[in-house]
């Protein structure tokens, strides 16, 4: 069965800190992995996917298959990176979604 | 990047009665349109999954006959909730995908409250 787990439903970081939000999988196939991000009053977004491994806005996530995880970093956090972030799993077509993790970043 | 837009954005209604929402892909042809339903505080959880001109499929669990789903077109497809009850109230996503990365793009919902 497709499930993705994210542990945390909230991180509450200061403006420049390291940023880790977790994300553990279980899929019985290869899997393709994303992140969607959700501002404040405003629509569900692809933040990034694993197969491009490219940054965006400073996150980068790896995906590890041997721990099935795939957690977004940021090394230095900002106040508008303050959002609710959902990790998710394609497999045939379909997104299966995590919880979500608020992040909050002060000032 | 690719836009989709749903209506209404929010609607009550009586309980018994039916409610459609639309979905429409602005600026693509969208093969593959996406029916999720959110509580509050809780992660999307996908319906049914249909595909343009054909009957949408069925997550288990959801009932084809309470949400009637319609994919007439490649930029709309429509969800009806057939006798609503107010635990069909929620939020209602959906999302479209016709690119070549079938990257899915979502809408902004639709809050439906039923009394």
């Known amino acids: 069965a497709q499930r993705v787990t994210q542990p945390e439903k909230l991180l509450s970081v200061f403006k420049g800190a390291p940023v880790e939000l977790k994300c553990n999988y279980s899929?019985?196939?290869?899997?393709?992995l994303f992140w969607y991000v959700q501002y404040s009053r405003q629509r569900l977004q692809l933040l990034l996917r694993h197969i491009s491994r490219e940054s965006i806005k400073g996150f980068t996530a790896d995906l590890n298959k041997g721990e099935t995880s795939f957690h977004l970093k940021k090394p230095f956090a900002q106040e508008e990176d303050s959002a609710m972030y959902y990790c998710a799993l394609s497999g045939k077509q379909k997104l299966v979604f995590g919880t979500g993790t608020r992040l909050l970043v002060s000032p | 990047g690719a836009v989709v837009s749903q209506h209404p954005s929010w609607v009550i209604c009586k309980s018994g009665t039916s409610v459609k929402i639309e979905c429409r892909s602005l600026d693509f042809q969208a093969t593959t349109m996406f029916w999720y339903r959110q509580f509050p505080k809780q992660s999307l959880m996908l319906m049914a999954t249909s595909n343009e001109g054909s009957k949408a499929t069925y997550e288990q669990g959801v009932e084809k006959d309470k949400f009637l789903i319609n994919h007439a077109s490649l930029t709309l497809s429509t969800l009806t909730v057939t006798s609503a009850h107010p635990e069909d109230s929620s939020f209602y996503i959906c999302s479209a995908s016709g690119g070549q990365n079938n990257e899915q793009f979502f809408g902004p919902g639709t809050r439906l409250t039923v009394l």
């Open positions: 899929y019985s196939g290869s899997p393709e």
